[in-house]
């Protein structure tokens, strides 16, 4: 078993930057790529960026050149740097692991841009 918790979410103005974490606790040997999803009122759950145990990154169109994902896997951690964010970024953002037979998801944090 593994568990997420993400944090670092909140309200910031348009053309600011936030900076989520997810740590990774339990079974986090078993970690394979790791990614930030997310899901807004009325919309399905979007892939936002993935990384690889290789470091290998996968964004988004809708994020590239703006949000940028690393992972420390010393700390079990992994983040997503936002910068210049727009209101359309508005939405839970999830943390998601795979591990070795199965994927697992964070609880989520709330991040609101005002424009």
């Known amino acids: 078993q593994v568990q997420l918790v993400e944090s670092g979410g909140g309200l910031v103005q348009a053309g600011g930057s936030l900076r989520l974490s997810c740590v990774a606790s339990g079974s986090s040997f078993s970690i394979r790529t790791m990614g930030w999803y997310r899901q807004s009122p009325g919309k399905q759950r979007e892939l936002v960026a993935t990384?690889?145990?290789?470091?290998?990154?996968n964004i988004a169109d809708s994020v590239k050149g703006r949000f940028t994902i690393s992972r420390e896997d010393a700390k079990n951690m992994m983040y997503l740097q936002m910068n210049s964010l727009k209101p359309e970024d508005t939405a839970v953002y999830y943390c998601?692991?795979?591990?070795?037979?199965?994927?697992?998801w964070g609880q989520g944090t709330q991040v609101t841009v005002s424009s």
């Open positions: 990384i690889t145990r290789s470091g290998t990154t």
């Open positions: 998601r692991v795979t591990g070795l037979v199965r994927e697992y």
